[in-house]
């Protein structure tokens, strides 16, 4: 049996980073139909000359519910799936932050009851699931997970270069002279014929110079290695997780006083101090309506207001600033009203 689960979600982006996902996980994209005001992406609809409102809903009164949230800028996500499917495709869905609904659409009185609103019936149980109205909300914790990898923390180099320095020796060098010297003499020869014979005498002259000749010679060695420590590190970090705080909630006409005490104080606030031209008070409702969600974290507003900040600007970009004074007073009213209460 083949099932439909309808997620809404408040921006467009968020649905299809969704829709991405669930075709990641497994599920046709033909089995997957996204609806917004502006250009769709997905599959048209399922039966030709059928509207998608019919084959979604029928003749229900659900599809006005919708129609309103398309209007005030939701977007819908449908997947239509066999029954383990589509309790996959739901528990996804919600833990990407969708308003989900299997089987069939929530009905506008389920709606006004959830918000408290006057008049409203308390919902029955889903289609598809006969007699029950279990909701499972996860309690998730992040753990850590520590890795290793190399990074670099410098290096060594060692260059070799010729470089040259004077040097000076002193080497002793011997030299021959030849010395020609003329002394008298007086004595008579014997043999005169040789005497006067023509003869001649040839002595060298030797000499010593220096001869230069290079040799090398290893007079020192430079050796490279690493050396391998180990050390012990503290990691240190922040791991979050979720924590389930249960209140019974007042009865339907409790929650419409309530609901309508905080409206009309909202209002007054709004006429007080709003200072933008152009902009009406039902622009300035989802900031309080956020600021009074934020009350529920218990935490002082210097804690709370970077994650509202980030989560206010991915739904809402570049409007923190504008939004974030109605932000803080519907969170001090309801920090208000929490301690009184306790």
Avoid: C
């Avoid at 869905?93 to 989900?100: D, I, K, L, Q, Y």
């Avoid at 609901?259 to 039902?282: F, K, N």
């Avoid at 989560?311 to 600033?321: C, K, L, S, V, Y």
């Amino acid at each position: 049996m083949r099932k439909t689960v309808v997620g809404t979600f408040d921006s467009r982006e968020d649905a299809e980073q969704v829709a991405a996902l669930l075709i990641e996980r497994g599920f046709d994209r033909s089995d997957i139909d996204l609806r917004a005001t502006g250009p769709t992406t997905g599959t048209t609809s399922p039966s030709e000359g059928t509207s998608w409102w019919d084959w979604l809903f029928g003749e229900s009164d659900d599809r006005s519910y919708y129609s309103e949230r398309l209007e005030r800028g939701g977007v819908i996500l449908a997947v239509t799936t066999d029954e383990q499917g589509a309790a996959r495709a739901r528990r996804l869905m919600e833990a990407e932050g969708a308003e989900v609904e299997a089987g069939a659409a929530p009905t506008r009185e389920a709606d006004r009851a959830m918000r408290g609103e006057p008049g409203a019936r308390e919902p029955t149980a889903a289609a598809g699931t006969p007699g029950s109205e279990e909701q499972v909300l996860p309690v998730v914790e992040e753990r850590l997970r520590i890795g290793k990898r190399p990074v670099a923390r410098g290096a060594v180099r060692v260059y070799s270069r010729v470089a040259e320095r004077p040097v000076e020796e002193r080497v002793p060098l011997r030299e021959e002279h030849v010395r020609v010297e003329r002394r008298p003499a007086d004595r008579p020869i014997a043999d005169a014929a040789a005497a006067f014979r023509e003869d001649t005498i040839e002595v060298e002259e030797t000499a010593e110079e220096a001869v230069v000749a290079k040799e090398a010679h290893v007079v020192e060695e430079v050796a490279v290695s690493k050396d391998v420590e180990e050390r012990v590190e503290e990691v240190r970090d922040r791991v979050r997780h979720t924590e389930i705080d249960v209140e019974r909630a007042p009865d339907v006409t409790e929650r419409a006083g309530a609901a309508q005490a905080d409206d009309t104080d909202y209002r007054r606030h709004w006429t007080e101090t709003s200072r933008t031209p152009g902009l009406s008070y039902e622009q300035f409702d989802p900031a309080y309506r956020f600021g009074h969600e934020l009350a529920r974290d218990g935490r002082d507003w210097a804690a709370v207001e970077p994650e509202a900040r980030r989560r206010w600007e991915e739904r809402n970009p570049g409007t923190w600033e504008r939004f974030v004074g109605s932000i803080r007073y519907a969170w001090e009213r309801a920090r208000g009203d929490r301690r009184r209460a306790a």
